[in-house]
């Protein structure tokens, strides 16, 4: 239990409140979007290595651990091919669709149908109605597993943050045609995990924290997060180098985020800001 009461400070520039906890041993804890504040002590709001424990965000929420077998002689650069054109969420809190349904899903049927295209529209409306509150990832998981996802041709996506009107029972059943067998967590203390998935063509979707430079972004490297952290945002991570020791994730805020809509991040930062990994099989 808090050895002090927790107390509200109100920042008057930004006009948002934040709780501040301190407790017996002498450590302090404040509140910004559900994620601990780790910034206290860096005046210039840049993240160090030495503030922020490897994996210290992780919650994963479901699911086993899928192990992938690690091959002779890996490649030390693995990207993979013909991923979906980047497209943008618009202001709907809706990156695991992008993720884990428009990016990976339309990966994993394409022997199926090449043409085959997840529909974010789809997704959305089954998932969150005409509501906009946050489709979480575990749920998007799960219902692409019982439901599956309509093709683009069906139900389209046209206009960034217009996800149009509730699918019509003919998507429904097409949607059935393209379900997942299941999914699993991606194991984050073996990195070479990353690789070994990807190899086998496997999307890895994952969720990372936010920090403020990184909600607008516009170059190809992420190496230096500043500021608070802002709530997490689902990418698709479609690369690997052993060689520079980064990842690359294709995010869904359209083509002027990042380098064309996607950033290469070190290994030593994408551990210390991820949320949660998944593969779909």
Known sequence: MPFLSRCCLLFSVL?????VTTYA?????????????LFR??????????????????????????????PENPPELVILNDVPDVL???????????????????????????????SPSFL??????????????????????SSGCART?????????????????????DARNFRIQGFGRVDLTDMDQIRNHLLLGRVVITSVVLP??????????FDHPEGDV????????????????????QNSMGKDWGDDGRVWIPVGWYVRMVVDAYVIY
């Open 230 to 249: 802002m709530g997490r945002q689902s990418f698709a991570l479609i690369g690997y180098d052993a060689k520079k020791a980064r990842v690359l994730l």
């Open 88 to 118: 943008d969420q618009g202001m709907m809190p809706a990156g695991p669709i992008f993720a884990a349904g428009y990016i990976a899903n339309s990966m994993l049927h394409r022997s199926k149908m090449s043409s085959y295209r997840c």
């Open 41 to 70: 002590s860096a005046p210039d709001r840049a993240w160090r290595y030495e503030d922020v424990e490897p994996r210290n965000f992780l919650r994963p929420t479901g699911g086993p651990i899928l192990i992938a077998p690690a």
């Open 124 to 145: 959305f409306r089954m998932l969150n109605g005409s509501e906009s509150t946050a489709v979480e990832m575990i749920d998007t998981l799960k219902f692409l597993q």
């Open 15 to 19: 006009f948002f409140t934040g709780c």
């Open 212 to 221: 403020e430079n990184l909600v607008q972004y516009d170059d190809d490297v």
């Open 153 to 173: 041709a069906l139900v389209p996506y046209r206009t960034p943050g217009d996800y149009g009107r509730s699918p019509d029972s003919l998507a429904v059943r």
């Open 25 to 37: 041993d002498g450590r302090t804890e404040s509140t910004f979007d559900g994620f601990r504040n």
